[in-house]
């Protein structure tokens, strides 16, 4: 669970890295290839984000993983 979840976020950053360098390496005028593949990198990232935490959610519905956090009011 924690490496597919690990894995979804090393290609969240894979994805926001090769829009930033899109977005500085310069196109031809008249050309918006940069600009279309700028755009589906975001795109991809988005999507990677939302499938993140749906599938987050699921886990913790399914009991797949539980809440371990700080206890509250002791």
């Known amino acids: 669970m924690k490496i597919i979840i690990a894995l979804a976020f090393v290609a ?3 994805a926001l890295a090769s829009a930033g ?5 310069r196109a031809p005028e008249g050309q918006q290839a940069a600009k279309g593949r700028m755009a589906r990198a975001l795109a991809i990232r988005v999507g990677l984000s939302v499938s993140v935490f749906l599938f987050v959610l ?8 539980e809440p371990t956090g700080l206890p509250v009011g002791r």
Do not use: D, R, T
Request: hydrophobic fraction near 75%; charge should be positive; glycine fraction near 6%.
């Open 21 to 25: 360098l899109f977005m500085i390496k």
């Open 12 to 14: 969240i950053l894979a």
């Open 58 to 65: 699921l886990s913790y519905a399914m009991g797949w993983i």
